[in-house]
Structure formats: C-alpha cells, structure tokens
C-alpha cells in the first residue's frame, strides 16, 4: 500500500487548506483511513478518521467542528478540509490505512502512512 499526501502550505490564521492524500491499493473501499499530525518535539496526535464506508467520522477533541474529513471510493482518495486555521494548527500532517472497515483515534492501528505534508499557519 503506498499513500501520498499532497495540499499543505503556508496559510495565514483564520484560512483554509484541503489536504488530500491518494492510496495505491485495490481494496481502499473496504478499508478505514485516518489523518494524524505531528508539530516539532511533540508526539503524533488524532486529527481525524473515517471508515470505509464513509458513514462514519471521529475526530480529535482539538477540531471542534473546523475540520472534514472525506474520501472518495472511486478516486481512492481521501481528503482533510481545514477550516478556521490556528498558530498551534502548525505540523505535518500525515495519511495512515488501516486494514480494518472502522476507524481508529490510535496511530498504532494504522498499517501504512504517507509521507507527510507541512502546514505552517502564520501570519
């Protein structure tokens, strides 16, 4: 399984990034997926996960409601709309599979990542 994570960037606070992260496997609709992310000298944190079939989302208690998590089954994608961007929104974002139809708020449950892609939020 190979995922690529592709959409950060330098976004001032109060803006929006999509990110958008694309999975090489024949099976991605029968599998969970989830986004986490990681700032400078801090551990892996939950943003968001969403089950295979896209009926279900959790996210991290930190999003209160600005961030989406979505994905396409025919595309084999899945995307993370951010909205109302925050300072401490800053990291790297990173995609993980899961080879599980449900989706998990534990990085250990993910099988695969991509590679990460940044977002800075700075003004």
């Known amino acids: 399984v190979q995922l690529q994570a592709s959409g950060g960037g330098l976004v001032q606070p109060g803006g929006s990034l999509r990110l958008s992260c694309s999975a090489a496997?024949?099976?991605?609709?029968?599998?969970?997926m989830g986004w986490f992310r990681q700032a400078p000298g801090k551990e892996r944190e939950f943003v968001a996960t969403?089950?295979?079939?896209?009926?279900?989302?959790r996210y991290g208690d930190f999003v209160k409601g600005r961030f989406t998590i979505s994905r396409d089954n025919v595309k084999n994608m899945v995307y993370l709309q951010m909205d109302s961007l925050k300072l401490e929104d800053t990291a790297v974002y990173y995609c993980?599979?899961?080879?599980?139809?449900?989706?998990?708020?534990?990085?250990?449950?993910?099988?695969?990542w991509g590679q990460g892609t940044l977002v800075t939020v700075s003004s």
């Open positions: 496997v024949r099976t991605f609709s029968s599998h969970s």
């Open positions: 969403i089950d295979s079939s896209e009926r279900n989302s």
């Open positions: 993980g599979f899961r080879w599980s139809e449900i989706g998990s708020d534990n990085a250990n449950g993910y099988s695969y």
